[in-house]
């Protein structure tokens, strides 16, 4: 399975972004989707999961901000960012998992600056 990830740029704060994850295979037997990210010098760290029955799953420091989604007919994960910070500044990753295979997408990079 591929992953591809798309979506970030430069971005005022308090702007927004989506992000997409587009898998090369049927995303719904997915077992969970999930978004992370890294900011330089920092863990990769959880931002949001989905399971396959839909339930959703956020950090803290995105809550009320970020919302995941999946599009099962375009075999594709969002991740739609509001209000974005200057710590919301990473390299966001797509992760998929079916039947315990784990599959990571590339990263795209999410800026925020004024």
């Known amino acids: 399975v591929q992953l591809q990830a798309s979506g970030g740029g430069l971005v005022q704060p308090g702007g927004s972004l989506r992000l997409s994850c587009a898998a090369s295979e049927s995303i719904l037997s997915a077992d969970v989707m999930a978004w992370y990210r890294q900011a330089t010098g920092k863990q990769r760290e959880l931002v949001a999961g989905?399971?396959?029955?839909?339930?959703?799953d956020y950090a803290e420091f995105v809550k009320g901000r970020f919302t995941i989604s999946r599009d099962n007919a375009k075999n594709t994960m969002y991740l739609q960012m509001n209000s974005l910070k200057y710590e919301d500044t990473a390299v966001y990753y797509c992760k998929v998992s079916y039947s315990g295979y784990v599959y990571w997408g590339k990263g795209t990079q999410v800026t925020v600056s004024s």
């Open positions: 989905l399971s396959g029955y839909g339930l959703t």
